[in-house]
């Protein structure tokens, strides 16, 4: 649900700040906590311990100075970080210390899972207030920023006043009955939905009736008593009406709304926004972590989110509305992102059967909705988002991974990508095809690569793949490919993170050359080889799009597709875009398009879309597509 990261220290997901390690059986408070009101003058006269019970004293002086109930700051600190400080550093979804107090910069939606380098409305996305709660904390408190970010007791009175200011907006007044600070909790979750804000509260709430302890990653303990007698007050709680699933009549589908702040409110198609593309993801958490995660403001969403167990869906954004989801704003701005339960190193463990069957009834569903083509080129991976800007090529993530059986799913959808298989002559096109249980695959699977910690470290094993290895020449010990933003001119590796030495099932690419049971592919302005004895792991690809070079010169690529600056009304800032410095299309190379040219174009907040004149084709480059202004190619016809 983020991007930025490199392939070396980072899976496809970031850590869920909700995965809550080392959880200790709930038991008694320590002497020093507190599970009420706390005269302010007693507090003050102890002295703050410094040991690992300074972050519990912490809780129970701010819970007094701002007059709430402790065990109710408590449980929503739980809920919040568990307990953790993070050593000041910022969250996934920009928020700060044990009471996550979010200060979301322009440079966090740039990089992140809005993709949104290079737009004009940067500040103005940015600028919702439940992505700064810890500026309002330092105005409430007369502490600065600085201090609410790095100082865990700074940022935990931060937290105590903002509540506290909430339960008098809602109430108007404090009360010592933790339950009636239902309203203030449900509020405190920054979400306008009344679903979404209520979950968050309902939480709340379980662990102020259940209680719990644990060790926080810093060596803090910190603990809140179980109360079996707490009874919220749910008369009054912030949000609006959520809207209604949209899902196929034989899935299982409730909907909880993602932050408001995690996506755009749009009206697609309605509005001239093509709805062309989906993209299948994985969590790297739990089912009910990434739900509580994209109801956090500041940080990623999906349009669903699809249980491991029995297929269950959980409907995030409504399908009009755009989601950050893909790390990259133009591939957000025209599909629809699904979420999996799983983790990709451990893929095939986790995708089942039932949530094959049930995202292929969904996929189905919404490709009739929305008049989306049923094959590979439109049915995508994260893996096959391209990188919006060079500085982010590296980060994208490699979700669903290499075990995500995309020849069974497209079969579950009607769109096989298996037939006959074989490969045609130097110029024509293949689809990679090599079958999943069969193609057995070895892959490195680093510590960075897992964030279940099943791996303490690397180790190499077998597994079902759906993908094929490229190398350099023909032959099984020449070097893998190395991907130009990745390696930087180093040879390819076999981590199952690095998609760059990789085709994968489904593809499209043009046959560059054959040498015994080799085949070479052109693949990210280069020649490349795979092993295909007989054609065992392709089949030709018939009624394509080929584009290559018009001229002599290479070919600039993109990842995004903007309008000119020149195609803005006056009132709307541009948006611009630069080439990937990393690629280009070669004279001499070609490549198969995706799908046929469309306009460049653009959204804004205020429901102002912008299409530009010139159209831009998207191409299977390497594992990733990219962009080609249609001007600087020849297409033809396969």
Known sequence: ???????????????????????????????????????????????????????????????????????????????????????????????????????????????GPAGAVGRSDLADLAKDPALHTLRAAAKLTGLTPAELRTDPAANIAGGAALLASYQKSVRGGLSADPGRWYGAVARYSGSPQKRTAASF?????????????????????????????????KGQSAGNATAATECPS?????????????????????????IDTIVIHDTESSYQSAISTFQNPGGSSAHYVMRSSDGAVTQMVPTKDVAYHAGNYSTNLHSIGIEHEGYAAHGATWYTEAQYQDTASLVRYLADRFGIPLDRQHVIGHDDVAGPSSSLISGMHWDPGTAWDWEHFMSLLGAPVTGEHGVGPVGSAVTIAPGFAGNQQTVQICPGDDPTGATPSCVREQQAANFVYLRTAPDATAPLFGDQAIHKGAAGTDRISDWGSTAQAGQQFVVAGTDGDWTAIWYSGTKVWFYNPAGANTTPAHDVILVSAAGTTPVAVYGSSYPDPSEYPAGLSPSTQAALSYYTVPPGQAYVATRPPVNTDDYFSSGKVVTGAKKMYTIQYNHRVVLVYSSAVTATGV
């Not at 509260?201 to 008593?225: M, Y």
């Not at 899935?251 to 926004?273: D, E, K, L």
Request: proline share 7%.
């Open 1 to 111: 649900m983020k991007s930025g990261r490199t392939t070396e220290n980072a899976a496809h997901k970031p850590a869920v700040r909700h995965r809550l390690l080392g959880l200790a059986a709930a038991g008694a408070l320590t002497a020093g906590a507190l599970t009420g009101l706390v005269p302010a003058t007693a507090q003050a006269a102890a002295p703050a311990p410094s040991g690992p019970g300074a972050r519990q004293h912490a809780f129970a002086v701010a819970a007094a100075k701002y007059h709430v109930p402790a065990q109710v700051l408590l449980a929503v600190s739980y809920q919040e970080s568990a307990w953790d400080a993070h050593g000041g550093r910022v969250s996934t979804s920009g928020g700060y210390g044990p009471m996550h107090l979010t200060d979301v910069t322009p440079a966090m939606l740039a990089s």
């Open 201 to 233: 509260a309902d939480r709340v709430f379980t662990t102020l009736r259940t209680g719990a302890a644990r060790t926080t990653s810093d060596g803090q303990r910190v603990s809140v008593a179980a109360d079996s007698d707490v009874r919220p007050v």
């Open 250 to 274: 034989d899935v299982s589908c409730t909907f909880v709304p993602a932050a408001a702040s995690n996506g755009q409110v749009s009206n697609r198609p309605a509005n001239g926004i093509r």
